[in-house]
């Protein structure tokens, strides 16, 4: 775990290197923005880019909105929406939003960039992400080693979902370059890419996976929803879901950062004593997309994934480091200092 010692400021080099991204940054910003949700426009100003504000993965961001968590710590918390947790990265290393909620692996990616982000809070001990098998392919595709040879969808290239697609292949014996990933969204994306046959597969979450399921397009082939669908699947529990900034914003605004924490954490008890419906009750009227039981039922099914308090599951770093070097040469190559990918401090406070 971190110390509270600050660390070095992202290199210039790499902010140099991410000039070719900012200006997509800046109109995810702008676009996103029209499928965010704004505070109360009193309090200190954060704006927190969400991979997917309507995926039940990321709903404590909304829900933490929605319970007026936010408002109660003096903030005005501005989310807004990007459908791949790699678009949320870009936007926060590139100094257009103050945080992101998206998976803390990409903090391990980055620090080989040398650009140090850290995970805050910890929402997750499970991916909370499902291999899906189209209807048509579920005969032929059994298990990962069936892989080879097909076209598997996933958020976006460079994503989580990619990742994760990746390492499941790898440990059943499919090199990366034996099937084709296809960056397909989620939701009617995700949906629409399986109905028409462009994929064989995908990795996705709910709501999708609800959807999917109901019009009888695909079966589940691998469940992360659990810990116990995490260890089975990757050895052991894999923490997704977080909020992570850099670590020189963090060292400079603790007061803001402890006040998120603070919101975060107060949400996450929240879940752990609600029920699924009284938890969809509180989100926003279209998340449901027209049918409350099914959006209920989706939630239902993910919330086993989600942390009572916003710490760092034990070994789940390492869990993550080790799915990352399975199939990716920058990191199986480089030395990464986990204590540096995540601090415990604010949660704790939060927690006292």
């Not at 319970?67 to 005005?76: K, S």
């Not at 049918?291 to 939630?299: E, F, H, P, V």
Request: proline share 4%; with cysteine; net charge neutral.
């Amino acid at each position: 775990m971190r110390t509270s010692a600050g660390f070095a400021a992202v290199a210039a080099a790499g902010l140099l290197a991410l000039t070719s991204l900012t200006a997509c940054a800046n109109d995810a910003a702008s676009t996103a923005s029209s499928a965010g949700s704004k505070g109360d426009g009193k309090g200190e100003k954060v704006k927190i880019m969400v991979g997917g504000l309507d995926k039940v993965i990321y709903l404590p961001a909304m829900l933490t909105q929605r319970l007026g968590h936010f408002d109660a710590e003096g903030l005005d918390v501005e989310l807004l929406s990007e459908p791949a947790g790699v678009q949320a990265e870009t936007a926060l290393v590139s100094g257009q939003v103050q945080g992101a909620v998206g998976f803390y692996d990409h903090t391990l990616d980055l620090q080989t960039k040398g650009k140090h982000v850290e995970s805050v809070v910890q929402f997750s001990h499970a991916p909370g992400e499902v291999e899906i098998v189209s209807d048509k392919r579920a005969k032929d595709i059994t298990s990962p080693k069936d892989f080879k040879g097909r076209k598997l969808g996933v958020t976006g290239l460079g994503s989580s979902t990619d990742f994760l697609t990746k390492y499941l292949a790898v440990k059943n014996g499919v090199q990366v370059s034996e099937f084709s990933p296809v960056a397909v969204g989620a939701g009617p994306t995700f949906v629409s890419a399986l109905q028409k046959g462009s994929i064989d597969g995908g990795m996705t979450t709910d709501p999708t996976v609800a959807t999917v399921l109901q019009k009888n397009l695909g079966k589940v082939l691998i469940d992360m929803r659990t810990p116990q669908g995490s260890q089975a699947a990757l050895g052991g529990p894999y923490p997704s879901s977080s909020l992570y900034m850099q670590t020189d914003w963090v060292n400079s605004h603790k007061a803001t950062v402890q006040k998120l924490a603070n919101a975060f954490v107060k949400t996450l008890k929240w879940m752990s004593s609600h029920s699924a419906d009284e938890i969809a009750a509180k989100m926003p009227a279209d998340y449901s997309q027209g049918d409350n039981t099914l959006y209920a039922s989706a939630i239902k099914s993910t919330l086993p994934m989600f942390t009572k308090d916003g710490v760092m599951p034990a070994d789940g770093p390492e869990t993550v480091e080790k799915v990352l070097k399975a199939f990716n040469p920058n990191i199986r190559n480089a030395t990464i200092d986990l204590g540096k990918t995540y601090t415990t401090e604010f949660v704790k406070k939060a927690a006292g």
